[in-house]
């Protein structure tokens, strides 16, 4: 089996479905298996606004890496990145600066496989196969470490991915390992998200989720901020995705289904 005739990578079992296929599905993109698709279905039937959510998500990723480049920031680092589809964090930071650096991190092994063939070519952009709840395994890697200069800022990206983290493996932990290794001056840009809106429905949402290779897990406003601590909230501070920094012509008609925000380390 493949995905847009492309062959499948060793080891991967097509049947368990895959936050990063299910995301790209939900985002119209073609880089997942029939596993995904059912498990977008059911997320869809229990959550119309599903397609609305995640595009509002990818929204709120592009103002936050523009936001970043008129910073100053060239170089992004970009956690749980998923398959790297049209309007991902390359496309949109080289847009605006054709030298920006980017390393998508991700341990799904065929977003692994797509992202280094929609990369080739791209002398700036890599992607690199590594868990995320192992900073040091991250941050110590080569591809990081050649693409990536510690003594200049960095745009840290942890968008839509800290909701597949369990309480277990201490997420604020996590976030506080990769924010004590970037350098003064550098943007960290989050997005989660939360039930507080909509409970029956996210609770619908995770029971969808629970048989996949990602379970979801929803948290509330307080502990999403909370994984913003150490850091310089950016005006409007953690608000619903939507509302960070709108374009202009904006109409709050959104889903406020994700909390998102952008910190800087003093």
Request: charged fraction near 25%; proline fraction near 7%; include cysteine.
């Amino acid at each position: 089996m493949s995905v847009s005739g492309e062959r499948v990578p060793e080891g991967v079992d097509v049947r368990v479905p895959s936050a990063a296929r299910v995301y790209d599905w939900l985002l119209g993109g073609n880089h997942n298996f029939d596993a995904d698709r059912a498990v977008g279905e059911k997320v869809m039937a229990v959550l119309p606004s599903g397609r609305r959510v995640a595009a509002s998500n990818r929204a709120f990723l592009r103002r936050a890496v523009r936001y970043m480049v008129e910073q100053g920031v060239t170089q992004f680092l970009d956690l749980g990145s998923g398959i790297p589809t049209v309007g991902n964090v390359h496309e949109i930071a080289q847009d605006v600066h054709p030298e920006c650096q980017v390393v998508y991190v991700d341990y799904d092994k065929v977003a692994v496989a797509h992202s280094r063939l929609i990369l080739d070519g791209n002398p700036n952009a890599t992607v690199v196969e590594a868990d995320l709840c192992r900073p040091q395994t991250v941050l110590n890697s080569a591809a990081v470490r050649a693409s990536l200069d510690f003594d200049r800022p960095i745009g840290l990206l942890m968008v839509a991915v800290f909701h597949f983290i369990p309480d277990s493996l201490r997420p604020a932990e996590i976030v506080t390992h990769y924010r004590d290794a970037l350098p003064a001056g550098s943007l960290v840009a989050l997005s989660h998200l939360t039930a507080d809106h909509a409970p029956l429905e996210m609770a619908a949402v995770t029971d969808a989720m629970k048989n996949s290779r990602d379970p979801m897990y929803f948290r509330p406003y307080d502990e999403v901020v909370t994984l913003f601590d150490g850091l310089e909230l950016i005006d409007p501070g953690v608000v619903s995705a939507p509302l960070w920094r709108p374009e202009p012509g904006f109409r709050d008609i959104e889903p406020d289904d994700v909390y998102a925000g952008v910190g800087r380390k003093i």
